[in-house]
């Protein structure tokens, strides 16, 4: 398997080094050369398997023999072991033909477990096997950051560098980063919004001269092994729910486009997806443009969904990509002209072919608590402000009700209590054992500017265990 970069100038990679790799060196990010598609009769001889069992079987094609099949299936196995509910990511139904699949049962309570703690694994694995030492700097809204942190914090060969915007996390959020200490974690709270640190992110993969010749890496969705192992748990819910023979449609609370993009891909890998539903909260550029093929930028908004307050959305690159025919030299154009002039639209058959592709709905602070008061009041549930966010936008573009309909639980509600009590909800929310003492915890987070230079010299200082690079 080769990976190609959506600008076409980058040199295409196997997966090993697209793993260590962050945006193609053309500014691009990279994507399968070729996707594989499995057939119907495949999907459906997955049924009843164990999570990292199908995990093997989704992924191995990607993987393709860089990592031996025993090693990749010891590291999911161990993986999704750690999970704390026996099946990882659990349906939930909270009416009719309409699920929430859990998938905030990982050690940090977000989906973003799923991805990061794998490409924890994967990286010390690959690394310790080239005796390599690299530098991750990765930009959060909330909660990529925590995942990250605890997916690399036991890997001997990682410095990990996570910005996350200052005074715009949740408290839970925060303290997940910022109580885990090691000579190779820091957590730098940047003044500014989330634009501002994936921006610094990107970046710094331009010019790496400040890294002295060590290699930096991303954790964020544009490295591809985050998408792929998005891809995996859309499988999982259709088996569930009389896939492949049965169509299934999903509704994902969506900001920087990475989890909805692993849902197309797992459509055009041949699993029967009837809807795709792009949710997202006020900062809603996805929603403008699917509804209106406006892809410009606007001024972020703090929410009450802060993980999803993002307008710059990385790997809606990657679709555009496919919309244009997967013509580099087009994507290159598209994106100088968003960098310059802060948007644009599409031709009018491409953004004809996104409106078959995906639905979508910008849902206010105000609908997310009501829907969160709405679903309380009907099955007890708690959502998260995210997940309510979806199943708002399940409700109001479902195209049928005969279809199962499942909305991505994108976290647990215990890290927004905010949300929570202004939707009126009086159900106390208890934090898991192994983060019950989160409050007491100390603290450590370096406050810096919002100046790229700054960031850089304070990588450049604690990069290698703390001691300068
Ligand atoms: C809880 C939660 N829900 C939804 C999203 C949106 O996911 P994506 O950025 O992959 O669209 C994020 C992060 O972006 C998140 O942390
Ligand atoms: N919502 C994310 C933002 C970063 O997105 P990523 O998927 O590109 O890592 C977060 O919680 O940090």
């Given at each position: 398997?080769?990976y ?34 499995f ?5 459906a ?9 199908l ?13 031996a ?43 973003k ?13 690959v ?16 909660d990529t ?46 003044e ?9 992110v990107?970046?710094s ?5 400040f ?18 192992a998005?891809?995996?748990y ?19 609370p ?46 972020l ?11 710059v ?56 608590c ?20 979806g ?16 909305v ?13 009590e202004k ?39 604690h ?7």
């Open positions: 398997m080769r190609i970069s959506t600008r076409g100038q980058a040199p295409a990679l196997n997966f090993e080094d697209v793993l260590l790799a962050g945006l193609a060196s053309d500014g691009g990010l990279y994507v399968p050369e070729n996707l594989p598609r057939t119907q009769e495949e999907i001889s997955w049924a009843g398997l164990p999570y990292h069992e995990a093997f079987r989704v992924m191995r094609p990607f993987v393709d023999g860089s990592i099949d025993a090693d990749f299936k010891k590291i999911l196995e161990e993986t999704y072991g750690e999970f704390a509910h026996a099946a990882v990511a659990p349906l939930r139904q909270l009416a009719g033909n309409e699920w929430v699949m859990e998938l905030f049962h990982g050690p940090t309570l977000a989906f477990d799923f991805a990061l703690q794998l490409l924890g694994r994967l990286l010390d694995h690394l310790a096997k080239r005796g390599e030492r690299v530098v991750i700097i990765g930009a959060t809204s909330g950051g925590s995942a990250a942190i605890e997916g690399c914090r036991r890997c001997d060969n990682v410095d990990i560098f996570i910005l996350h915007p200052h005074q715009r996390v949740s408290e839970v959020q925060r303290r997940q980063m910022t109580t885990i200490f090691g000579d190779n974690i820091h957590n730098i709270a940047i500014g919004n989330f634009d501002d640190c994936q921006e610094m990107k970046a993969f331009a010019d790496q001269s890294l002295k010749g060590t290699r930096l890496v991303a954790v964020n969705s544009i490295n591809w092994a985050r998408i792929m998005q891809i995996v859309y499988f999982h819910a259709a088996l569930q729910l009389g896939g492949p023979a049965r169509s299934v449609a999903f509704s994902v969506t900001g920087n486009f990475g989890d909805i993009f692993a849902g197309y891909l797992a459509r055009n890998m041949g699993l029967p997806i009837s809807q795709l539903i792009v949710a997202t909260n006020r900062n809603d550029i996805l929603h403008r443009f699917m509804s209106g093929n406006q892809y410009v930028k606007d001024t908004h703090p929410t009450l969904s802060p993980s999803m307050d993002i307008m959305s990385s790997n809606f690159e990657r679709l555009l990509f496919d919309l244009h025919g997967r013509s580099g030299a087009a994507i290159a154009e598209l994106m100088e002209r968003f960098k310059q002039g802060g948007g644009f639209s599409v031709e009018q058959d491409r953004w004809t072919e996104a409106r078959k592709l995906f639905d979508s709905l910008a849902v206010t602070d105000e609908q997310t009501q829907t969160i008061a709405e679903v309380f009041a009907t099955t007890g549930e708690v959502l998260d402000p995210h997940t309510a966010i199943v708002k936008a399940a409700r109001e573009c479902r195209r049928s009700l005969d279809t199962p309909m499942v991505l639980g994108t976290a647990h509600p215990v890290k927004f209590p905010e949300a929570v939707a009126g909800v009086g159900k106390a929310l208890e934090l898991p054992a192994h983060l019950s003492d989160l409050f007491s915890r100390d603290e450590r987070c370096t406050v810096l500017a919002n100046d790229l230079k700054a960031v850089q010299a304070f990588v450049a200082q990069g290698n265990r703390g001691k300068p690079l």
